[in-house]
């Protein structure tokens, strides 16, 4: 389970700007995801939960499955510079859930992915412990 902000800039003077994920300028039809986990009692974890800080039951994007081919896609509505990922787990059924391991691709086209090469740091080592904290 994820929820997550997205901070970036489009020229040198505005750089860490939240985004909208977490207010929802970026709109529900522009986050997409490879799956979607569902069970019959509280419905799908559809990829527009993954917001930060969202509130109730169904509050983040869940995978159907836990593999490393999962992917979370947000459509940006120009071209910026990402300077940050915020990130946060959730709970589900009481369980505390959380992404450990993430990489940053972009595409001018939605077909071809390339590393998002400016990326200071290995996402890797983050530490995501606390549900409730922004990471």
Not at 65 to 85: A, H
Request: net charge positive.
């Amino acid at each position: 389970m994820v929820r997550f902000q997205v901070k970036a800039c489009q020229n040198l003077r505005c750089c860490s700007v939240p985004l909208g994920m977490e207010n929802g300028l970026i709109e529900d039809r522009r986050i997409s995801a490879s799956s979607v986990n569902s069970n019959w009692y509280f419905g799908a974890w559809s990829p527009f939960f993954a917001r930060l800080n969202k509130q109730g039951a169904v509050n983040a994007w869940q995978a159907k499955y836990r593999d490393m081919k999962q992917w979370l896609q947000v459509e940006l509505p120009d071209v910026m510079k990402i300077t940050g990922i915020v990130t946060q787990g959730a709970k589900s059924l009481g369980k505390e859930m959380y992404v450990t391991t993430y990489t940053l691709k972009y595409s001018d086209n939605g077909i071809h992915w390339r590393d998002y090469s400016c990326w200071a740091a290995t996402l890797n080592d983050i530490d995501h412990h606390a549900q409730h904290t922004a990471i």
